[in-house]
């Protein structure tokens, strides 16, 4: 899930397009923003990139694997919103958002466009299948390491608010790195990067994941004396036992002056709330005042 939401793609209103995300000892639900970007529907970006198809086109290397994620499964759709699960386990998440009607209407076209792409869905049967399985079994190393990191991922998922309301950068992206993630944090030259508070929660003693935070490079000044220049910091957060599955933190301040305005209105046509705005890109809301 943390993966395919599209951490890459564009401005949306929360960080990852994610609203709110309600965990629960065997079920998750993530609320997702309607748009990603002014333009594209961020529910219809789910279903592509989490429901299973097959290719079955003529090119062979489009062929090798599964589009979405394999064994993801379409449990149903109901006013709770559209329920996902796991061919051959319990694995459940709800992708809440759009009302029944609307989720219906995506999984309808979505299912129509398949042919025209030479994609045949797999997300309607009831066991794994033979090619999901093969594609599965080309690689077992590799998914058991997945599956032995994936504690790292949803647990970031579950905190993703953290990166909107602990600190305030206008723009989140996030990456797959080998087993672990990077992330960039754009903030407009006047807005603290609050980085020391973001790490402290996301390794709080209680609420937190077991991670460690190290700082790999950090040019924060209290004075300006660098003429407004960009300044970057890097973070790391591992388990302590070495690289393996870490997360990469980039904190990205802009010059000062450079003009924002292209991001606010991409953010404003995303639906970001106007009082989150005036805190993540304060020049803009202050000259739009004057």
């Given at each position: 899930m943390?993966?395919?939401?599209g951490?890459?793609?564009?401005?949306c209103?929360?960080?990852?397009?994610?609203?709110?995300?309600h965990?629960?000892?065997?079920?998750l639900?993530?609320?997702v923003?309607?748009?990603?970007?002014?333009?594209?529907?961020?529910?219809?970006?789910?279903?592509?990139?989490?429901?299973?198809?097959?290719?079955?086109?003529?090119?062979?290397?489009?062929?090798?694997?599964?589009?979405?994620?394999?064994?993801?499964?379409?449990?149903g759709?109901?006013?709770?919103?559209?329920?996902?699960?796991?061919?051959?386990?319990?694995a459940?998440?709800?992708?809440?958002?759009?009302?029944?009607?609307?989720?219906?209407?995506i999984v309808?076209?979505?299912?129509a466009?398949?042919?025209g792409h030479?994609?045949?869905?797999l997300?309607?049967?009831p066991?794994?299948?033979?090619f999901e399985?093969?594609?599965?079994?080309a690689?077992?190393?590799?998914?058991e390491e997945?599956a032995?990191?994936?504690?790292v991922?949803?647990?970031?998922?579950?905190?993703?608010?953290?990166?909107h309301?602990?600190?305030?950068?206008?723009?989140?992206k996030?990456?797959?790195?080998?087993?672990?993630?990077?992330?960039?944090?754009?903030y407009e030259h006047?807005v603290?990067?609050?980085?020391e508070?973001?790490?402290?929660?996301?390794?709080h003693?209680?609420?937190?994941?077991?991670?460690?935070?190290?700082?790999?490079?950090?040019?924060?000044?209290?004075?300006?004396?660098?003429?407004?220049?960009?300044?970057?910091?890097?973070?790391?957060l591992?388990t302590?036992?070495?690289?393996?599955?870490?997360?990469?933190?980039?904190?990205r301040?802009?010059r000062a002056?450079?003009d924002?305005?292209?991001?606010?209105?991409r953010?404003?046509?995303?639906?970001?709330?106007?009082?989150?705005l005036?805190?993540?890109?304060?020049?803009?809301?202050?000259?739009?005042?004057?």
């Open positions: 943390f993966e395919r939401l951490g890459t793609i564009d401005y209103a929360h960080p990852a397009g994610v609203a709110r995300v965990p629960s000892a065997d079920h639900v993530v609320e923003d309607p748009k990603l970007g002014p333009e594209h529907s961020l529910p219809e970006h789910c279903l592509q990139a989490l429901l299973p198809t097959q290719y079955t086109g003529p090119d062979e290397d489009e062929a090798r694997e599964p589009g979405g994620i394999a064994g993801v499964r379409l449990l759709v109901d006013a709770a919103g559209l329920h996902l699960g796991l061919a051959g386990t319990d459940r998440v709800t992708i809440a958002g759009p009302d029944p009607k609307q989720w219906r209407a309808t076209q979505h299912r466009s398949c042919p030479d994609l045949l869905p997300w309607d049967e066991t794994m299948t033979p399985s093969a594609y599965l079994a690689d077992p190393t590799w998914w997945q032995d990191h994936a504690w991922a949803s647990g970031l998922l579950r905190r993703i608010a953290l990166f309301t602990v600190t305030k950068p206008y723009s989140l996030y990456w797959p790195h080998g087993l672990g993630w990077k992330f960039e944090l754009r006047d603290p990067m609050d980085h508070a973001l790490l402290a929660h996301l390794t003693s209680v609420w937190g994941m077991p991670l460690q935070a190290t700082r790999e490079h950090c040019v924060c000044k209290p004075c300006d004396c660098d003429k407004g220049a960009e300044r970057n910091c890097w973070y790391t591992d302590g036992g070495g690289r393996c599955g870490e997360i990469g933190i980039h904190f301040r802009a002056g450079r924002t305005d292209h991001e606010y209105e953010l404003v046509a995303a639906g970001a709330d106007p009082k989150w005036a805190q993540a890109l304060p020049s803009h809301c202050q000259r739009s005042a004057a």
